[in-house]
T-cell receptor
Framework: QKEVEQDPGPLSVPEGAIVSLNCTYS??????FMWYRQYSRKGPELLMY????GNKEDGRFTAQVDKSSKYISLFIRDSQPSDSATYLC????????????FGQGTELSVKP | GAVVSQHPSWVICKSGTSVKIECRSL??????MFWYRQFPKQSLMLMAT?????????EQGVEKDKFLINHASLTLSTLTVTSAHPEDSSFYIC????????????FGPGTRLLVL
């Protein structure tokens, strides 16, 4: 079993839809949770960073962390074609030496 | 802020040659940089952790003599792929952590390597 599981998709939605992306993990020591967006042939771009449990909102993006269920989510409201990319969850803990453990990434396509 | 650059952005080389990739943090000092490899439609695979002024720490299965890493300053780390072979063709990405928040990493744009 992988430490971080993420459905690779692809996920296709119409423009304006609410997108829900999820990851589950097995290591209870993880307490730093991130979402990255990666466009084709580009490096990942940090979207959201959350420490421990709770919600964080930034514009159309909301990140949720449920440590009791070992489950994290990223919601995208009013999705746009420019949101089409691969979304990677990543996480770490104090015992990881700064290393990030990535999910496989979910490929999202927002159709106009 | 928190910009990381990589050079070159793509490179084509002949089998048996060595290729050097540079990773620079442009507007912050990074005590730790990370090197990843990514195959098409797959996630990032951590190759090594690079600390300024000390030897890099390689992940299991990564050949340290093939992938030479040097972290000479707080803003520059280099990855040299020695005696490259076609199976080394991949997308190589570096990242750098802000000194105080190592868990938050900022990634370079990546270098696409094609070995003929």
């Amino acid at each position: 079993q992988k430490e971080v599981e993420q459905d690779p998709g692809p996920l296709s939605v119409p423009e304006g839809a609410i997108v829900s992306l999820n990851c589950t993990y097995s290591n209870s020591a993880f307490q730093y949770f991130m979402w990255y967006r990666q466009y084709s042939r580009k490096g990942p771009e940090l979207l959201m960073y959350t420490y421990s449990s709770g919600n964080k909102e930034d514009g159309r993006f909301t990140a949720q962390v449920d440590k009791s269920s070992k489950y994290i989510s990223l919601f995208i409201r009013d999705s746009q074609p420019s949101d089409s990319a691969t979304y990677l969850c990543a996480m770490s803990g104090d015992n990881q030496g700064g290393k990030l453990i990535f999910g496989q990434g979910t490929e999202l396509s927002v159709k106009p | 802020g928190a910009v990381v650059s990589q050079h070159p952005s793509w490179v084509i080389c002949k089998s048996g040659t060595s290729v050097k990739i540079e990773c620079r943090s442009l507007d912050f000092q990074a005590t730790t940089m990370f090197w990843y490899r990514q195959f098409p439609k797959q996630s990032l695979m951590l190759m090594a952790t690079s600390n300024e002024g000390s030897k890099a720490t390689y992940e299991q299965g990564v050949e340290k003599d093939k992938f030479l890493i040097n972290h000479a300053s707080l803003t520059l780390s280099t990855l040299t792929v020695t005696s490259a072979h076609p199976e080394d063709s991949s997308f190589y990405i570096c990242s750098a952590g802000l000194s105080s928040y190592q868990e938050t990493q900022y990634f370079g744009p990546g270098t696409r390597l094609l070995v003929l």
